[in-house]
């Protein structure tokens, strides 16, 4: 049985993919930051294993990525799926060092820490998929989004640039840039504002979290196989 480790896990996307990886046979760990009470029902619900982690902090990556191969009694995950992820929205202008370096920290470096504990035991192994969820902002970039379009452009950035590299051993890298999706997140935007994008995507609706997991689930998967390096984007042709 593959095992599969997702960070950002206890909701939104991040707790879809828990789901759709369960059902899929794999063995599930997850990474999550705060709200115990999603990762308990998430583990409730799919038997999955949740650990508190916060990605933004290497130390706990390191303990946390651990922990997740104790708890599955794995010596190496299969796949890897980076989703956590937070969002600042604003003017550029009123946006704060620190917010950038919260934001830059979470959305990238922490891709980036999750991603070097684990892709180690994929080169000796010559095997291995990696995930990278992005977003379409950062492939248009979004107004009043500018810190995070920039940490979504550069995670696509890594994941092009990481999977030339990983390539000749074996390991894909890929990314998802979901659109406008049924999240606690793009729910802050308020109905108003999710009408006019709604308006804006030709398939006439906003996306569901259930069909980034698919994706996920596909990417990750042997049906894959010759695919590595790549942008796939969820978002019903908001942007093409």
Excluded: H
């Amino acid at each position: 049985m593959k095992s599969v480790l997702i960070t950002g896990g206890s909701r939104g996307i991040g707790a879809a993919m828990v789901r759709a990886f369960t059902e899929s046979g794999y063995k599930v760990a997850f990474l999550y930051k705060e709200r115990d009470d999603k990762a308990k029902g998430v583990s409730e619900e799919t038997g999955a294993v949740g650990i508190c982690c916060d990605v933004s902090d290497s130390q706990q990556v390191s303990e946390g990525v651990r922990a997740a191969r104790m708890y599955l009694e794995v010596p190496y995950f299969d796949v890897l799926i980076c989703n956590a992820g937070i969002s600042i929205t604003g003017l550029f202008t009123d946006t704060t060092q620190k917010q950038w370096k919260e934001i830059m920290d979470t959305n990238l470096y922490g891709t980036i820490s999750v991603t070097s504990q684990i892709l180690p035991t994929m080169i000796e192994r010559q095997q291995g998929s990696i995930v990278m969820i992005s977003s379409v902002w950062g492939q248009t970039g979004g107004s009043c989004e500018v810190a995070y379009s920039t940490t979504k452009a550069a995670v696509i950035g890594f994941a092009k640039s990481l999977a030339k590299e990983v390539a000749p051993s074996g390991v894909r890298v890929n990314c998802i840039a979901p659109g406008v999706i049924d999240t606690d997140m793009s729910r802050i935007c308020g109905e108003d504002t999710l009408q006019a994008l709604t308006e804006e995507i030709p398939m006439g609706k906003i996306g569901d979290a259930d069909e980034v997991a698919k994706a996920a689930v596909f990417l990750a998967s042997e049906e894959a196989s010759y695919i590595t390096g790549q942008i796939l984007a969820v978002n019903g042709g908001f942007y093409i």
